[in-house]
């Protein structure tokens, strides 16, 4: 008998949400997919037995906000088979082995971790920034492994991208250690540029941690930040950065998966 499967996300710019959807559609086609801010996150996590857990690598490590949401439902874990996806611009070491080690210390059982190239996010910083068509190559590149690993699932295989020890000393010591401060708790470093800002509020809408509040036309962070650049990627005027200082790119996934149809 098939498996029956949730998943549960979190995506800043819809890298993490098309990697994960698709996934859990091959795994099991009924599978309810919810984002980590929904409300019916918690129930959906207490009620079904095989999770895919998914969000984007920061700094090496997994956002603030997935970690809180682990350790804030410490008893719901208990007996879960739990596969972390973790989707990364470049590299992170151990990106699915961070929420793998918390799960485990809460009781659940981990049964992979998958870790997916996808574009950079990060759209304040020219650093990581690639062509559209590399872009879609990459997409492309993370949709053929998302399939096998699909196929080795059903058949009883398990990724282990992230979970072993030489991942987690290349994450440690490849970033996490020297960044800390960066992932250690929600930021209070999001600039909204007040000579751009037109006070739509659309930021404090699609924002998963109702961080940014709009009184009198005015947009305000209130430092609780969890760096996922949804807000960031979606500014109509490109009024708000975090990282960096000025806007290069508003990358958002369904540019390019929209075009991902013309396969070979
Ligand atoms: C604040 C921040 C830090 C990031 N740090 C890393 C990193 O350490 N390593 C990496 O490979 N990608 C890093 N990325 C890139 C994202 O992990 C990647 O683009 C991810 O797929 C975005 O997923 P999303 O669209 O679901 O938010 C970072 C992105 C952000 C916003």
Redesign the pocket.
């Known amino acids: 008998m098939e498996k029956k499967y949730c998943a549960i ?11 994960v959807s698709k996934l859990v559609k091959l795994l099991d086609e009924n599978a309810p997919i919810v984002a980590i801010e929904d409300a019916a996150a918690t129930s959906t996590v207490g009620a079904y037995e095989n999770i895919v857990l ?8 997994a956002p603030k906000m997935v970690r809180d949401f682990i350790i804030g439902n410490k008893e719901l874990w208990k007996g879960k088979n739990v596969l972390c996806v ?7 070491g151990d ?1 699915a082995g961070c929420a793998a080690r918390l799960l485990k210390k809460c009781g659940a059982s981990v049964s992979g971790g998958l870790h ?7 759209c304040d910083s020219k650093l ?1 920034k690639k062509s559209d068509e590399d872009k879609i190559q990459t997409i492309r590149r993370a949709e053929e492994k998302i399939e096998l690993w699909a196929l080795k699932i059903k058949s009883g295989k398990s990724p282990h991208d992230g979970l072993g020890v030489f991942a987690h000393l290349c994450g440690l010591f490849g ?1 996490r250690l020297w ?1 800390r401060n ?1 992932t250690k708790n929600y930021s209070d470093k999001l600039k909204i540029d007040k000579t751009l800002c037109v006070g739509c509020g659309n930021c404090s809408l699609v924002c998963p941690m109702k961080n940014l509040s709009l009184e009198n036309g005015a947009i305000s962070p209130r430092g609780k930040c969890t ?4 807000c960031i990627s979606l500014c109509p005027k490109g009024a708000i950065t ?2 960096g200082k000025r806007i290069y790119e508003q ?1 958002r ?1 369904e540019n390019y998966t929209d075009k991902l149809t013309d396969r070979p």
């Open positions: 996300y979190l995506s800043g710019t819809g890298n993490t949400e098309f990697c998914g969000y984007p690598v920061q700094f090496s490590n973790a989707t990364m611009g470049a590299f992170s990106g997916l190239k996808m574009p950079d996010s990060v990581l970033q960044l960066k760096m996922c650049y949804r975090l990282v990358y996934a």
